[in-house]
Nanobody, 119 residues
Framework: QVQVVESGGGLVRPGGSLRLSCAVS????????MAWFRQVPQKERELVAL???????NYADSVKGRFTVSRDIAKKTVYLQMNSLKPEDTAVYYC?????????????WGQGTQVTVSS
């Protein structure tokens, strides 16, 4: 059974930093693109950052220059380093990992981790 577990959220002051992690466990034959999304109440979930299988990255305009997505294939983990955090970054952050399991290719979602930026 495949599980996706996120960690690293919390409360931070404006200008501070946080690092989110998302690890996949279980039987995975291959990994695809890995991404981070975020969602605030009453709004749709939005893509924050994505890292492709060739390590190309893509970021939402609102986080460019402040957030960095990376991954460790051996650990089946994707990271999101968030610097210069702003109150508007407050949201629940979800990781999304494309992977091939025993049932084929599909997207796996993390449970979400709260990030709150406030003084």
């Amino acid at each position: 059974q495949v599980q996706v577990v996120e960690s690293g959220g919390g409360l931070v002051r404006p200008g501070g930093s946080l690092r989110l992690s998302c690890a996949v466990s279980g039987t995975i034959f291959s990994l695809g693109a890995m991404a981070w999304f975020r969602q605030v109440p009453q709004k749709e979930r939005e893509l924050v950052a994505l890292i492709a299988t060739n390590d190309d990255t893509n970021y939402a305009d609102s986080v460019k220059g402040r957030f960095t997505v990376s991954r460790d294939i051996a650990k089946k983990t994707v990271y999101l380093q968030m610097n210069s955090l702003k109150p508007e970054d407050t949201a629940v952050y979800y990781c999304n990992i494309g992977a091939q399991s025993s049932t084929g290719w599909r997207d796996f979602w993390g449970q979400g981790t709260q990030v709150t930026v406030s003084s």
